[in-house]
């Protein structure tokens, strides 16, 4: 029996990263299967979350668009000064 533990000991020694890939696939299995057996969420609960968030996300992308064109603007100006410094350079030789 102490031969048994000694090897199963050296086993999870030598092979941690295994080890913990297959407990880690086994608890997402499980929580799959318990997930599964979940009773069905109320569709107008999930409709009135889902526009909800879809009110967010538009607003979200106005934002974005917003800072979008400034952004831009600030990190090529300076690639854009650098390159016309040296065509002005270029024709005035």
């Known amino acids: 029996m102490s031969n048994v533990l000694n090897n ?5 020694g030598n092979s941690k990263k295994r080890v913990t890939g297959i407990f880690m696939f086994a608890f997402f299995m499980v929580y ?3 997930a599964s057996a979940a009773p069905a969420a109320d569709t107008e609960t999930v409709s009135a979350i889902s526009n909800g968030f879809e009110g967010l996300k538009l607003t979200a992308l106005a934002v ?3 800072i979008a064109g400034i952004a831009i603007l600030l990190f090529a100006a300076p690639f854009a000064w650098q390159y016309g410094k040296k065509v002005f350079k270029t ?3």
Not at 8 to 12: A, D, F, G, V
């Open 8 to 12: 199963i000991k050296t086993t999870l």
């Open 32 to 34: 799959a299967a318990i």
């Open 64 to 66: 974005v668009a917003a």
């Open 91 to 93: 024709v005035a030789r």
